[in-house]
């Protein structure tokens, strides 16, 4: 069974600190790896896509990733209160389906 | 409109009705997706059409009945649904090409109560 595997939380930082998201999956063939944000009662929206190793950068939001290890990560610099909700991980191999985590709910207090 | 659209956003129903969900997205996108998600439990990937064609059915159970009619329109028939069917229903479309890469966007999902 292809998984997808993150701690689902909560994890609680302060406004103003680095938020460190992370996700291991199983297949290793996986080409694409994307982060999805959902807040409560709303569907998810596609934050970050990555598909080499290495970091990717877009604003505040830096995905890592790592395929020898088999793990991708999502960086949240200078978090807000904003950024409170849930962040998916998800994989997809040369397929047409994208195998999801289970999500980490990010609690950003002030 | 842009992006994925979804009607209805909140929908009643009783167990021995009959309605219908609706998808359609703009994106000029040729893989269309149904996913269920229950309260505290991940994304149920249910049904993924390519071109039209229905390329994945996730042991659904057969009173709910997809339909893609074209690559920018996707339906879902709900019928003699049960309380444990209540969720929210998500709708998705990718590009998807042979690079693989299948990133997808979501719609505002349809909140489907059954009493």
């Known amino acids: 069974q292809k998984e997808v595997e993150q701690n689902s939380g909560p994890l609680s930082v302060p406004e103003g600190a680095i938020a460190s998201l992370n996700c291991t999956y199983s297949?290793?063939?996986?080409?694409?790896f994307f982060w999805y944000r959902q807040y409560s009662g709303k569907s998810p929206e596609l934050i970050m896509s990555?598909?080499?190793?290495g970091d990717k950068e877009d604003g505040r939001f830096t995905a890592q990733l790592n395929k020898a290890s088999q793990y991708v990560s999502l960086l949240i610099r200078d978090s807000q209160p904003s950024d409170s909700a849930t962040y998916l991980c998800a994989v997809n191999s040369y397929t047409d389906k994208l195998i999801f985590g289970t999500g980490t709910r990010l609690q950003v207090f002030p | 409109e842009t992006g994925v659209t979804q009607t209805p956003r909140h929908l009643v129903m009783g167990m021995t009705n009959k309605k219908s969900l609706k998808c359609e997205q703009h994106?000029?996108?040729?893989?269309m997706y149904w996913y269920k998600q229950s309260a505290k439990k991940p994304l149920e990937l249910m049904f993924v059409y390519n071109f039209k064609e229905q390329t994945e059915n996730n042991s659904v159970p057969s009173r709910f009945s997809p339909e893609c009619p074209n690559s920018s329109h996707l339906f879902l028939h709900l019928h003699t649904l049960q309380p444990e069917d209540s969720a929210l229903y998500l709708c998705?479309?990718?590009?998807?090409?042979?690079?693989?890469?299948?990133?997808?966007?979501f719609g505002p999902g349809t909140r489907l109560t059954v009493l």
């Open positions: 297949d290793r063939v996986s080409q694409s």
């Open positions: 994106l000029g996108h040729n893989a």
């Open positions: 998705a479309s990718s590009p998807l090409g042979s690079s693989g890469r299948n990133e997808q966007f």
């Open positions: 990555i598909y080499s190793n």
